[in-house]
């Protein structure tokens, strides 16, 4: 998750000099494949900002002609326009003659630190530089370290690991294993291990670097401190939430106890402990905790300083967990676009502010827009961390829900089975990326209709989180909530109630009752209190989430039209046609808008209207718009799939009311291949099975 990059600083002979380390917010993590770019040329060309569209002048030379780029600092407008060349001058010249080894990647004006191509420039000039330099000098040592931050900054993380693996060498054999400089070596090489994926080679260096600082430089020494802040993200990344937690809290404490609660350690260790409260499941105090967090990083380094705006993100990530959609996306809009104007659109922030804007939009049911951002992504993480890392793979499985919800089943299910089984593999079947995964698996199950496979995922699923984060975190819940529907369509109802319950229950006492999650819950709770002909009690919990969905979501979310559906459903069982038809039409159109007119929802809506429009004695018009949701749903789903068989009951049953020409005979073949169908998968006694049986009794007996 979200971390940065600090320097790390270490004295010698009175010149300041960076050594890299891990802190704050992290660019996406993970091996890429082998680069073949050259290290270090003199000044490498650097993109000019996309919206530069006359001369701009150098800050420092005060000349426009050459490219002149935006520096990737604090600076903005004007004040952030040089030529590479002359900032690499600038550096050279502070270091030879002020002893002021910082301007290689600090600016000199706003003491921001310089990122993307500009620091890679900045950084490969000094590498070069210090060529003629014994292979141990330290400075030649130091501008390894400072060019290993600068590839890691724009995704060329393979040529980090590998520079992280010549210092640790170097100072190892120099200065011996547990001398200062070996272990701020030995720290970095395991950040560069947590950024590949490769969480157990990092724990076991961090451990020992914790256990080293601690003897030679003291339990409370900043280096020590920040080693123990990035062994509790390793643990995150292995999925040991509650010790991760304990450990950033720890850490934060005696931060706020030596340097104050607004210093540049402290209002971090805040943002690292607000995230293990998310993940937690403590929603509302990780929100708290960051408001507090972006408002004080905001008045000591500025709204647009790195340090703000991934606290920003992150905040806008917590606002996603509480269902404050609306508010996250225009904190994730205004994050993306000052990255993409500071740093450009593949810088490894920028990609991460991208991703969060992405599900920002997805939450508000805007999955095209989300889809075409997300697939961005994942070709960059494809392209700079592997295909098979864990940052990519959990990427691939967020874009198959993505699909899954514009009603691609077929492509999402691929895609899940397989990174189900790559990430099981890797991790391990208890990992909670393998969990969420799965439970995603069965949720798109359901959407496909094999309802029996969704409960055999959900049911690994469901005990495992409730052992690993608690029966009442939200992920349990959200996981009852998936079996509840699984069972309901199953015709286990009594099951399935019980679930519901104890989802909505949890879902009231920890996000609210008001939380889309908790009031889609109770839709589908009413839904299947309709199937137990509890009819009464259905539509009026139905109709009260619906209303609450349209004020917290609005009208044209898919939340709320399947709130319609439901609502219409529920009406027809009730035997009020009218009413089942008229809210019916209302959702059926919208749903085309929003969805599509051959999105799964959208034909289920369709189904639902037709049976309405027979119950309200319009069977033509059933009949028309029964055959075109059939002819479709033959083409998008299969002939097996329940909405397909249930639009095949209605139809044909419209048919035979009818009695128009051949129809008859086709009505008939409808009735029985649906009937035939649905007691092969569910059985006679389940509740579609009856419905269809009922209508051969009626029009063929």
């Known amino acids: 998750l979200d971390r940065r990059r600090a320097t790390e600083r270490r004295t010698r002979q009175g010149n300041p000099t960076e050594s890299k380390a891990t802190d704050g917010a992290m660019p996406p993590t993970g091996p890429p494949p082998p680069s073949t770019a050259p290290l270090a040329p003199a000044a490498p060309h650097v993109a000019p900002s996309p ?108 040529e980090a690991l590998a520079l992280d693996e010549e210092v640790v060498e170097v100072r190892r054999a120099r200065f011996g294993d547990e001398d200062p400089r070996t272990l ?16 157990e080679d990092a724990e076991r260096i961090q451990i020992q670097v914790v256990d080293a600082r601690a003897r030679v430089l003291g339990a409370e020494h900043p280096q020590t401190l920040l080693s123990r802040n990035n062994l509790a993200r390793t643990y995150t990344a292995r999925g040991q939430f509650k010790k991760a937690s304990e450990l950033h809290f720890d850490v934060w404490e005696v931060r706020k106890r030596l340097w104050g609660a607004e210093a540049q350690q402290s209002l971090i260790s805040a943002n690292d402990v607000a995230l293990s409260y998310r993940r937690l499941g403590r929603y509302e105090e990780a929100a708290a905790l960051q408001r507090t967090t972006v408002e004080a990083s905001g008045r000591v380094y500025g709204a647009s300083h790195q340090y703000s705006l991934t606290m920003t993100k992150s905040l806008a990530e917590t606002y996603n967990c509480l269902g404050r959609y609306a508010e996250a996306l225009a904190l994730n809009e205004a ?96 990992h909670p990326d393998s969990l969420l995964t799965r439970g995603d698996l069965g949720s798109l199950c359901i959407a496909q209709g094999l309802f029996a496979e969704a409960v055999d995922h959900l049911h690994i699923v469901l005990p495992k989180k409730q052992t690993q984060l608690g029966p009442t975190h939200p992920s349990t819940l959200s996981t009852a909530s998936s079996l509840a529907m699984a069972l ?69 979310h898919p939340l709320t039209l399947e709130a319609g559906r439901v609502v219409g459903v529920v ?115 389940h509740p579609a099975s009856k419905r269809t049986q009922a209508r051969v009794d009626r029009w063929l007996t």
């Not at 701020?184 to 969480?199: D, K, P, Q, T, V």
């Not at 990609?351 to 070709?379: H, N, P, Y």
């Not at 599509?596 to 018009?621: I, Q, S």
């Not at 068989?645 to 009505?667: H, I, K, R, V, Y």
């Open 51 to 158: 919206e530069q569209t006359e001369p701009r002048q150098c800050i420092i030379c005060l000349d426009d002609e050459g490219e002149v780029v935006q520096k990737g600092c604090c600076c903005r407008g004007e004040a952030g326009m040089v030529h590479v060349e002359c900032l690499i001058e600038e550096a050279v010249h502070a270091s030879e003659n002020r002893n002021d080894w910082s301007a290689w990647f600090v600016c000199g004006i706003c003491r921001g630190k310089h990122v993307g191509d500009v620091n890679l420039a900045l950084a490969q000039a000094r590498e070069v530089r210090s060529h003629d330099l014994p292979e141990d000098d330290m400075e030649r040592v130091d501008a390894k370290l400072c060019l290993s931050s600068a590839l890691e900054d724009v995704g060329r993380f393979g």
């Open 184 to 199: 701020s070596a030995a720290h970095n090489l395991a950040y560069s291990y947590s950024i590949m994926g490769r969480n």
């Open 335 to 430: 994050v993306l676009a000052e990255l993409r104007e500071s740093t450009g659109d593949d810088y490894p922030y920028t990609i991460q502010a991208k991703w969060s804007t992405s599900m920002s939009r997805r939450f508000l049911g805007r999955a095209r827009e989300a889809l075409a951002m997300q697939q961005t992504v994942l070709e960059w993480s494809q392209r700079k961390l592997g295909p098979e890392h864990p940052r990519t793979l959990g990427y691939e499985s967020e874009v198959a829900v993505t699909r899954s919800e514009l009603g691609l089943y077929t492509e999402a299910e691929a895609t899940l089975r397989r990174v189900l089984e790559l990430t099981e593999t890797a991790c391990g079947t208890d």
């Open 488 to 556: 309901s369509r199953l015709g286990r109802f009594e099951e399935a109630l019980a679930a519901h319950t104890t989802a909505i229950t949890g879902y009231r006492d920890v996000i609210g009752a008001e939380h889309p999650k908790t009031l889609i819950a109770i839709v589908h709770h009413a839904e299947t209190l309709c199937e137990t002909e509890e009819v009464d009690e259905a539509a009026e919990l139905a109709r009260s989430a619906r209303i609450s969905l349209e004020t917290v979501v609005g009208d044209m």
């Open 571 to 685: 009406a027809q069982a009730q035997g009020d046609h009218s009413e089942a038809v008229s809210v019916l039409t209302a959702t059926l159109s919208k749903m085309k808008t929003a969805h599509g007119p051959e999105h799964p929802a959208t034909l289920k809506a369709a189904v639902a209207l037709g049976d309405a429009l027979c119950g309200a004695e319009r069977t033509a018009e059933a009949f028309a718009l029964l055959k075109d949701a059939h002819a479709t749903l033959c083409h998008t789903l299969v002939e097996s799939h329940p909405i397909t068989t249930a639009a095949a009951s209605t139809l044909g049953a419209a048919m035979l009311q009818l009695g128009e020409g051949d129809g008859n005979g086709n009505g008939e073949a409808l009735l029985r291949a649906a009937l035939a169908v649905e007691v092969e998968r569910f059985g006679p006694e």
